[in-house]
Nanobody, 125 residues
Framework: QLVDSGGGLVQPGGSLRLSCAASGFTLNYYTIGWFRQAPGKEREGVSCISVAGGRTDYAVAVKGRFTISRDSAKNTVYLQMNSLKPEDTGVYYC????????????????????WGQGTQVTVSS
């Protein structure tokens, strides 16, 4: 089970840190992705990180503002979001797929088979 948290209401230019914690299994052998869905829009990939954090990827819209990281000791993946914009508003989901020791990253939702429940991020003044 994945549990994502950390969302909230923030003013433009502000920051939030989302967390994705796993219960019942270790995230060490899973590629983790963050996805978001805004009202009336399709879900889109935001960021992803490979096993051991060796590789990361970001959507063009968030590159330079968001940072994904993983803490193996806490079995948690984080998404640090800075310089938030109103267009970042949406429900954010973390997701995972088992990749073993193979370094794989993708912002395509298709391979991800574990999903968190979502956390709402609202950027508004």
């Amino acid at each position: 089970q994945l549990v994502d948290s950390g969302g909230g209401l923030v003013q433009p230019g502000g920051s939030l840190r989302l967390s994705c914690a796993a219960s019942g299994f270790t995230l060490n052998y899973y590629t983790i992705g963050w996805f978001r869905q805004a009202p009336g829009k399709e879900r889109e990939g935001v960021s992803c990180i490979s096993v051991a954090g060796g590789r990361t990827d970001y959507a063009v819209a968030v590159k330079g503002r968001f940072t994904i990281s993983r803490d193996s000791a806490k079995n948690t993946v984080y998404l640090q979001m800075n310089s938030l914009k109103p267009e970042d508003t949406g429900v954010y989901y973390c997701a995972a797929f088992h990749s073993g020791t193979v370094v794989q990253i993708t912002l395509d939702a298709a391979p991800y088979d574990y999903w968190g429940q979502g956390t709402q991020v609202t950027v508004s003044s």
